[in-house]
Protein backbone atom coordinates (compact mmCIF):
# COMPACT_ATOMS: atom_id res chain seq x y z
CA UNK A 1 0.00 0.00 0.00
CA UNK A 2 1.43 3.46 -1.12
CA UNK A 3 1.82 5.59 2.14
CA UNK A 4 3.52 8.29 3.57
CA UNK A 5 4.54 7.22 7.23
CA UNK A 6 5.51 9.65 10.62
CA UNK A 7 6.18 8.86 13.94
CA UNK A 8 5.67 9.72 16.54
CA UNK A 9 1.99 10.14 15.89
CA UNK A 10 1.60 12.22 19.32
CA UNK A 11 4.37 14.14 21.42
CA UNK A 12 4.60 15.89 24.72
CA UNK A 13 7.73 17.51 25.41
CA UNK A 14 9.59 20.17 27.14
CA UNK A 15 11.71 23.28 25.83
CA UNK A 16 14.98 22.76 24.58
CA UNK A 17 14.51 18.78 24.60
CA UNK A 18 15.33 17.72 21.15
CA UNK A 19 13.45 16.16 19.49
CA UNK A 20 13.16 14.26 15.75
CA UNK A 21 9.77 13.33 13.44
CA UNK A 22 10.68 10.90 11.14
CA UNK A 23 8.84 10.43 7.84
CA UNK A 24 8.95 7.63 5.30
CA UNK A 25 7.45 7.12 1.88
CA UNK A 26 6.96 3.81 -0.03
CA UNK A 27 6.07 5.57 -3.25
CA UNK A 28 10.01 6.13 -4.77
CA UNK A 29 9.19 9.87 -4.63
CA UNK A 30 11.73 12.51 -5.38
CA UNK A 31 9.90 15.13 -3.79
CA UNK A 32 9.07 15.12 -0.22
CA UNK A 33 7.80 18.20 2.16
CA UNK A 34 7.21 19.10 5.82
CA UNK A 35 3.89 21.35 7.11
CA UNK A 36 2.71 22.69 9.89
CA UNK A 37 -1.45 23.36 10.39
CA UNK A 38 -1.99 26.02 13.28
CA UNK A 39 -5.73 27.22 13.36
CA UNK A 40 -6.84 30.42 11.11
CA UNK A 41 -3.24 29.90 9.12
CA UNK A 42 -3.85 26.79 6.75
CA UNK A 43 -0.97 25.05 6.37
CA UNK A 44 2.76 26.28 6.06
CA UNK A 45 5.67 25.06 4.24
CA UNK A 46 8.64 24.57 6.85
CA UNK A 47 11.34 22.27 4.72
CA UNK A 48 11.30 20.79 1.08
CA UNK A 49 13.20 18.62 -0.59
CA UNK A 50 13.76 17.73 -4.35
CA UNK A 51 15.79 14.80 -3.66
CA UNK A 52 18.69 13.55 -2.05
CA UNK A 53 21.43 15.63 -0.36
CA UNK A 54 18.74 18.68 -1.52
CA UNK A 55 16.76 20.72 0.90
CA UNK A 56 15.94 24.18 1.02
CA UNK A 57 13.91 26.40 2.77
CA UNK A 58 9.73 26.43 2.99
CA UNK A 59 8.06 30.15 4.59
CA UNK A 60 8.60 28.94 7.81
CA UNK A 61 12.11 27.06 8.55
CA UNK A 62 13.30 28.86 11.56
CA UNK A 63 13.42 26.46 14.47
CA UNK A 64 13.66 23.16 12.33
CA UNK A 65 16.12 21.12 10.78
CA UNK A 66 15.85 18.73 7.97
CA UNK A 67 18.03 15.90 6.29
CA UNK A 68 17.06 13.89 2.81
CA UNK A 69 20.36 11.09 3.54
CA UNK A 70 18.21 8.71 1.22
CA UNK A 71 14.99 8.87 -0.90
CA UNK A 72 12.63 7.64 1.20
CA UNK A 73 13.20 9.32 4.32
CA UNK A 74 13.11 13.35 5.28
CA UNK A 75 13.30 13.52 9.29
CA UNK A 76 12.12 16.71 11.00
CA UNK A 77 14.64 17.96 13.99
CA UNK A 78 13.55 20.31 16.51
CA UNK A 79 17.05 21.39 17.98
CA UNK A 80 15.80 22.83 20.98
CA UNK A 81 11.83 23.20 20.52
CA UNK A 82 10.04 25.98 21.97
CA UNK A 83 6.09 26.48 22.68
CA UNK A 84 5.48 28.60 20.28
CA UNK A 85 6.71 25.00 18.08
CA UNK A 86 3.19 23.55 19.64
CA UNK A 87 1.44 22.56 15.97
CA UNK A 88 0.48 19.74 13.94
CA UNK A 89 2.90 18.22 11.23
CA UNK A 90 2.36 16.66 8.11
CA UNK A 91 5.06 15.18 5.77
CA UNK A 92 4.10 14.94 2.34
CA UNK A 93 5.74 13.72 -1.14
CA UNK A 94 4.74 13.58 -4.82
CA UNK A 95 6.68 13.12 -7.90
CA UNK A 96 9.40 15.80 -8.52
CA UNK A 97 8.26 16.21 -12.10
CA UNK A 98 4.62 16.07 -11.94
CA UNK A 99 2.64 19.48 -10.63
CA UNK A 100 0.04 17.27 -9.56
CA UNK A 101 -1.28 15.88 -5.70
CA UNK A 102 0.94 15.71 -2.56
CA UNK A 103 0.53 12.41 -0.52
CA UNK A 104 0.20 13.35 3.13
CA UNK A 105 1.12 11.36 6.08
CA UNK A 106 -1.12 10.63 9.33
CA UNK A 107 0.18 13.76 10.99
CA UNK A 108 2.64 14.39 14.48
CA UNK A 109 1.22 16.56 17.17
CA UNK A 110 3.65 18.15 19.00
CA UNK A 111 2.54 19.44 22.12
CA UNK A 112 6.16 21.64 23.67
CA UNK A 113 5.60 22.56 27.42
CA UNK B 1 5.74 36.75 -0.57
CA UNK B 2 2.50 34.48 -1.84
CA UNK B 3 -0.57 34.27 0.16
CA UNK B 4 -3.22 32.26 -0.64
CA UNK B 5 -6.80 33.40 1.71
CA UNK B 6 -9.83 31.26 1.69
CA UNK B 7 -13.33 32.59 2.61
CA UNK B 8 -15.40 31.51 4.73
CA UNK B 9 -13.08 30.61 7.72
CA UNK B 10 -15.78 28.48 8.64
CA UNK B 11 -19.50 27.62 8.03
CA UNK B 12 -22.35 25.76 8.95
CA UNK B 13 -24.97 24.36 6.86
CA UNK B 14 -28.22 21.82 6.93
CA UNK B 15 -27.97 19.02 5.11
CA UNK B 16 -29.29 19.62 1.25
CA UNK B 17 -28.12 23.29 1.61
CA UNK B 18 -25.55 24.36 -0.90
CA UNK B 19 -21.64 25.28 0.34
CA UNK B 20 -19.28 27.51 -1.43
CA UNK B 21 -16.02 28.79 -0.57
CA UNK B 22 -13.52 31.28 -2.33
CA UNK B 23 -9.69 31.17 -2.76
CA UNK B 24 -7.84 33.85 -3.52
CA UNK B 25 -4.13 33.99 -3.89
CA UNK B 26 -2.07 37.63 -4.36
CA UNK B 27 0.02 36.20 -7.32
CA UNK B 28 -0.72 34.41 -11.00
CA UNK B 29 -0.68 30.82 -9.72
CA UNK B 30 0.21 27.73 -12.73
CA UNK B 31 -2.25 25.30 -11.66
CA UNK B 32 -5.06 25.14 -8.29
CA UNK B 33 -5.43 21.88 -5.88
CA UNK B 34 -8.13 21.11 -3.76
CA UNK B 35 -7.68 19.15 -0.58
CA UNK B 36 -9.83 17.96 1.80
CA UNK B 37 -9.58 17.08 5.27
CA UNK B 38 -11.76 15.72 7.70
CA UNK B 39 -12.01 15.91 11.09
CA UNK B 40 -8.50 14.32 12.87
CA UNK B 41 -6.94 13.28 9.31
CA UNK B 42 -4.96 14.23 6.99
CA UNK B 43 -5.48 16.32 3.72
CA UNK B 44 -6.66 14.07 0.72
CA UNK B 45 -6.30 15.61 -2.83
CA UNK B 46 -9.40 16.52 -4.85
CA UNK B 47 -8.55 17.60 -8.14
CA UNK B 48 -5.98 19.86 -10.13
CA UNK B 49 -7.20 22.99 -12.29
CA UNK B 50 -4.42 24.13 -15.25
CA UNK B 51 -6.48 26.11 -17.69
CA UNK B 52 -7.81 29.86 -16.78
CA UNK B 53 -11.29 29.77 -16.99
CA UNK B 54 -11.35 25.76 -16.29
CA UNK B 55 -14.35 23.91 -14.42
CA UNK B 56 -14.28 20.21 -12.99
CA UNK B 57 -17.77 18.53 -11.70
CA UNK B 58 -17.19 15.61 -9.24
CA UNK B 59 -20.61 14.04 -8.75
CA UNK B 60 -22.08 17.26 -6.47
CA UNK B 61 -18.68 19.24 -5.93
CA UNK B 62 -17.78 21.56 -9.18
CA UNK B 63 -14.62 23.63 -8.98
CA UNK B 64 -13.58 26.75 -10.95
CA UNK B 65 -10.21 28.23 -11.65
CA UNK B 66 -10.59 31.78 -12.58
CA UNK B 67 -9.87 33.62 -15.47
CA UNK B 68 -6.81 35.40 -14.15
CA UNK B 69 -5.11 32.23 -12.56
CA UNK B 70 -5.35 34.54 -8.93
CA UNK B 71 -8.80 32.69 -7.67
CA UNK B 72 -10.83 29.75 -7.88
CA UNK B 73 -13.99 27.96 -6.58
CA UNK B 74 -15.47 24.44 -4.66
CA UNK B 75 -19.10 24.79 -4.78
CA UNK B 76 -20.95 21.63 -3.36
CA UNK B 77 -24.67 20.76 -4.25
CA UNK B 78 -26.76 19.31 -1.34
CA UNK B 79 -24.30 19.20 1.42
CA UNK B 80 -24.41 15.54 2.81
CA UNK B 81 -23.22 14.85 6.51
CA UNK B 82 -19.93 13.09 4.37
CA UNK B 83 -18.95 16.84 3.57
CA UNK B 84 -17.38 17.62 6.88
CA UNK B 85 -14.16 18.70 6.99
CA UNK B 86 -11.60 21.17 6.05
CA UNK B 87 -11.34 22.58 2.55
CA UNK B 88 -7.81 23.81 1.22
CA UNK B 89 -6.61 25.18 -2.04
CA UNK B 90 -3.47 25.50 -3.08
CA UNK B 91 -0.92 26.58 -5.90
CA UNK B 92 2.21 26.83 -6.59
CA UNK B 93 2.95 30.17 -8.18
CA UNK B 94 4.20 30.51 -12.15
CA UNK B 95 8.32 29.92 -10.72
CA UNK B 96 7.99 26.85 -10.31
CA UNK B 97 6.18 23.83 -8.39
CA UNK B 98 8.54 22.88 -5.42
CA UNK B 99 6.53 25.74 -2.84
CA UNK B 100 2.86 24.67 -3.12
CA UNK B 101 1.36 27.25 -0.99
CA UNK B 102 -1.90 26.06 0.89
CA UNK B 103 -5.00 28.59 1.23
CA UNK B 104 -5.95 29.09 4.97
CA UNK B 105 -8.69 26.66 4.65
CA UNK B 106 -12.26 26.41 4.97
CA UNK B 107 -14.18 24.54 7.61
CA UNK B 108 -17.24 22.94 6.90
CA UNK B 109 -20.11 21.25 9.43
CA UNK B 110 -22.90 19.99 8.25
CA UNK B 111 -26.16 19.17 10.54
CA UNK B 112 -28.30 16.55 9.76
Known amino acids: EAQVTQNPRYLITVTGKKLTVTCSQN?????MSWYRQDPGLGLRQIYYSMNVEVTDKGDVPEGYKVSRKEKRNFPLILESPSPNQTSLYFC????????????FGEGSRLTVL | GQQVMQIPQYQHVQEGEDFTTYCNSS?????IQWYKQRPGGHPVFLIQLVKSGEVKKQKRLTFQFGEAKKNSSLHITATQTTDVGTYFC????????????FGTGTRLLVSP
Open chain 2, 27 to 31: TTLSN
Open chain 1, 27 to 31: MNHEY
Open chain 1, 92 to 103: ASRDRDSPRELF
Open chain 2, 90 to 101: AGPPNTGFQKLV
